[in-house]
C-alpha cells in the first residue's frame, strides 16, 4: 500500500519549534529546571557502521521519555550512552549536571549507582534470591546492613512481592522477575531509570501490568523513565514524549499525542499502524495503488484537534470533488483526543486533492494518501 | 590378600590422596585466578588487555603440550628450588600442581565465559567494581561449572599421579606398576585398578552432586 507525503517538507520543519513552546508552558514554566539527561550531537560507529549519528536530546526530570525504532536502529546504543556502558565516539553527554565525557571509571561507576537499569531478559543473578539481588546495589555501594533490609522490603513491597523475598529468580514469572528488576534498580533510590525493552519479553497482559507499576512509580518516586522499545503501544501507554530512531538518527520527536495525531515521517506512520485500528475490511479488499478512471482517492488525515473539524466538514459538504468519510477513530492519549478520519474525494476532480490538503494542514493536520478505490 | 599386602595399599592410597590432593588445591588456587584473567582479559571482558591476554594464553597451551612424563623430569631443577628434594611424595606436587594449574585454568575459563553478559552489563550498570562484578556474578554464577571442572581436574590428577613413581613418590599407579607388573602380581594389578575405580566414581559421584546443589537456574 503505497502511501504518499502530501505535505510540504517545509512545513514539519517549522513544526518542530511549536511543539518545543507548548511543551515548555505545559511544564510548569517560567523556570524550566535544567534537563536531567542532555545528549548533545552525540556519535558513535562501530567499525564502518554508524550505530548513533549526532543525536541530540533533552530528557526533562520527571518524565517518561520514549524512544521508538526498528530493530538495528541504534535504540540500545542510544540507551547505554546514558550510562555510559557505551562509549561515544563524538558529541557530549550530561547526566545530572555531570559530563560523562570528564569522568574516570569511578566517577562514571559512582554515576551509575544513581541511575538505576531495567533489561529485556531480566539479568538477575541466579544464585541470589529476590531479597538478595535487590539488596545487590546497596552492598556495592556500601551501605550499613540494617539500612539496606528496610530499603529492600519497602521495594518489594512497592513492588508486590514482599512474599517472593527468599525465592530464587528460576522459581518466578516472567512479569515476577521483572518486578524484581525493577526492585534492583530503584532501590537505592535513583533519579533516572533507564528501560531497555523491558516488557518485550513479556505476554500483552504482563507487559500492561509492568508499565502500569513504571507509571506509578514515575507517579510516587518522581523517578525519570527513559525507555527504549519497537513496540508504539508501549509509547502510547506510558510515555509523556517520544523521540523516533531511525538509522541512528532521530528523525521526529515531540509529545506522544502530537506525535500519533501527527506523524511527520513515513517510519513513524508505520510504526503507528500496530497501534491504528486497521481500514474496515470491505474497504481493504477495494483499495488499490493506483488511480482508477471514474474513482476516488483515500486520504487518512491524523489529528488532535477535533473541535476544528466543524469547518473542515462544513467546507467539505460545499465542495464539488464530493468527499464522504467512510472510516474514523478517536481516541484518547495523554488526555487529548487523537485519531484519524479516513476521507474518500473523487481525485479526479482537479486540484481536490491540493485543496483538501491545503485545508486540512490550516488545521495542522496531516494527510496520507492511502490508495483508490472505485467510484 | 596378604595383611601385608593390604599395608602397601593403604600406603599407596595415602600417597596418592596427599599428592592428588594437595596439588588439586594447588591448582585451585592457582588455576582460578589464571582462568578469570583469561576471561576478564579477552576481548569484551571487564578488564580488555589483549598483550596480557595473549601471554597467558601462550603459556597456558605451552605447558599443558607438554606431556607430564616430560614435565616431571623437566622440573627436576624447580622442583629442587621449591620443595628442596627431587624424590618422593613431595618432590611430585610440584609438576603436578604445574600441570594442572593450567588444566585447570583452562576449565576455569569455560566455565566462566558461559555466565550469560546480561548479568555482566547489570552489575556494570549498577555501578560495581571489576572485583565485585567478579566476586558478586561471575564466580557464584560460574560455580556449578567450576565445581565440575574442579572434579575433572582431580580425576586427571589421579591418572598423571600414577607417572610420579618415576620420581620415587608412590602412590597407587606406582604400586601397579613395580608390584603388578614388573613382579607378575597381578592381583595386586587388579586390585590397584579396582581401587582406582572406586576412588574416581567416588570423587565424579561428589563432584556431580556438589555441581547440582549448587545451580539455581531451575
Redesign the interface.
Known sequence: MPTVEIMAPSAGSVAIPRIRTQQVVGRSAPQRAAPIVNLESVSRSFGSTVALDRVSLEIERGEIFGIIGRSGAGKSTLIRTINALERIDTGRIVVDGRDLSLLDEAELNDVRRNIGMIFQHFNLLSTKTVFDNVELPLKLAGRPTTERKSAVYRLLDLVGLRDKAAVYPAKLSGGQKQRVGIARALVAGPALLLSDEATSALDPETTLSILRLLKDLNGTLGVTIVLITHEMSVIREICDRVAVLDHGRIVEQGPVWQVFAQPRTELTRRLLRTVRPPLPEALQQTLESEPLPEGRALLRVGSSEFDQYSAVLAALAQSPWQARIVHAEVDRIQGRPVGTVTFSVRYLVRDAQRTLCELLQQQSAEVEVLGYVPG | MSPADLQLFLTALGETAIMVGISGLLSLFFGLPLGLLLVMTDKGGIWTQPAVNRVLGGAINAFRSTPFIILLVALIPLTRLIVGTTIGTTAAIVPLTIAATPYYARMAEMSLREV?H??I?????????RW?IVR??LV??A?PGLVTGFTVTLVTLIGASAMAGAVGAGGLGDLAIRYGYQRFETTIMIGVIAVLIVVVSVVQFAGDRLARS?D???
Not at chain 2, 121 to 129: I, K, V
Request: net charge neutral.
Open positions: 550469560d546480561g548479568l552489563e547489570a552489575l556494570r550498570a549498577l555501578g560495581a567494581t565485585q558478586e556474578a557464584p554464577e560455580l549448587l539455581r537456574r531451575r
